[in-house]
């Protein structure tokens, strides 16, 4: 996987939890936020402040345990 997949999907989606974008992409999510912190010093995503809602509607993790990153750029 590279940089150009993480954010063509965040560029379609907005946000997504790492879990989802680990879940998407089939990687480890240390890997996930590996590419991510790339994207968040070119200053084109940003992590969401922890307890952000997902949008999910599932409502089954707790928010407080969810890091949801979003596309600025």
């Not at 993790?61 to 990153?69: D, F, L, N, T």
């Amino acid at each position: 996987m590279i940089l150009s997949e993480i954010r063509d999907y965040l560029r379609s989606n907005g946000h997504a939890a790492v879990i989802d974008m680990a879940y998407h992409f089939d990687v480890d999510p240390d890997a996930i936020r590996g590419m991510l912190d790339h994207w968040v010093r070119k200053g084109k995503v940003r992590k969401l402040p922890q307890g952000t809602a997902c949008d999910g509607g599932c409502h089954m993790c707790a928010p407080e345990s969810v890091e949801i990153y979003e596309w600025i750029g």
